[in-house]
């Protein structure tokens, strides 16, 4: 583990590259057996295993048995039970299949002898065909005109679940986020500026994965986003996830996360998220359902 100081946010969070440090670390595993691996959760933890960390571990796992000439293109992933942060995670690897173009694989993440979570992820060798995409959303105010995390709380602007722990992603929220109590319901999409708060490695997979880690962080909040209530009103819990990966990037440059949900009923919210790069590439798409529940009425 890293011996540098990390960096304090404006409200004493840790923040910076000693903290994206131990992120790399945990996303780095220990190598049990063949297809069998092992990971743990930071020392400062929710009190369940925050749901991109085990999504990001669990690629890990899959991509340590891919060739290297094979990137990520798909993931899909459920979430089983709760992850215990003061447990080890172990992830069982299954080689399903090494085609000519396409690799797959599946991971099951498991805690106390039962599963807490499972993924199916497909790798593919570099190839040529059509392209196009959605071109990112215009009138974006740029990065460094909005106030980081930290800076919003030191400002009495609300806090969340985001703020209670160290921050290896910069975030700077282009709307105001779920948890301000001056937001108001919105069929706007919510979206954040986001990038790993230091410098990554040269390897595309951690890239990948921190996208992964990323990608949880404010995508259920787009279900609450569209009431005109605060999200720490509700209870919510990541259900399944899903990613597609479109175009290269790095996670350490700034990419915008822009969150929308088209539904929700009987519990459950369906939220969808879009991630551009800074020169408008639409690099990564990924889908949700949630757990979304509303305070039990006081008898």
């Keep these: ?45 929710p009190t369940r295993v925050f749901g991109g960390q085990v999504a990001g571990q669990a690629l890990v796992a899959a991509g340590r048995t891919v060739p290297e000439d094979r990137s990520v293109h798909s993931l899909h992933g459920y979430f089983i039970r709760p992850g215990d942060p003061r447990v080890p995670i172990v992830y069982e690897t299954e080689r399903v299949r090494d085609g000519r ?28 065909g059509l392209e196009h995409s959605e071109p990112m959303p215009s009138g974006i105010p740029e990065p460094e005109s909005l106030s980081d995390l930290g800076g919003r709380v ?10 209670n ?10 709307d105001e986020p779920v948890w301000a109590a001056e937001r108001v319901a919105s069929h706007e999409p919510l979206r954040a500026w986001m990038r790993a708060d230091g410098t990554l490695p040269d390897d595309r997979l951690l890239h990948v994965c921190l996208l992964t880690y990323a990608s949880d962080l404010t995508l259920l909040g787009a279900v609450v986003a569209r009431h005109d209530m605060n999200s720490t009103q509700v209870q919510m819990a990541s259900l399944d996830h899903a990613m597609w990966f479109h175009q290269p990037f790095r996670a350490d440059e700034w990419f915008l996360y ?22 408008g590439r639409l690099i990564a798409s990924t889908m949700q359902e949630g757990l979304v529940r509303l305070p039990r009425a006081s008898s």
Excluded at 19 to 34: G, H, K
Excluded at 105 to 120: K, P, T, Y
Excluded at 165 to 174: E, S
Aim: aromatic fraction near 8%; charge should be negative.
């Design 1 to 45: 583990m890293t011996t540098t100081d990390p960096e304090l946010a404006a409200d004493g969070v840790p923040r910076g590259q000693a903290v994206l440090d131990e992120l790399v670390e945990l996303l780095t595993l220990e190598q049990l057996e063949v297809n069998l691996f092992r990971g743990v959760s930071p020392p400062r933890s």
């Design 165 to 174: 722990f160290p921050r290896p992603l910069d975030v700077r929220f282009v």
């Design 154 to 163: 030191a400002a009495g602007k609300g806090s969340g679940w985001l703020v």
């Design 101 to 128: 173009s396409f690799t797959t694989r599946r991971v099951l993440a498991i805690q106390h002898g039962e599963a807490i979570f499972s993924l199916a992820a497909s790798f593919q060798v570099a190839q040529d």
């Design 258 to 279: 822009e969150c929308y949900s088209p539904a929700a009923s009987g519990g459950r919210g369906l939220a969808e998220g879009r991630f551009y790069s800074a020169d």
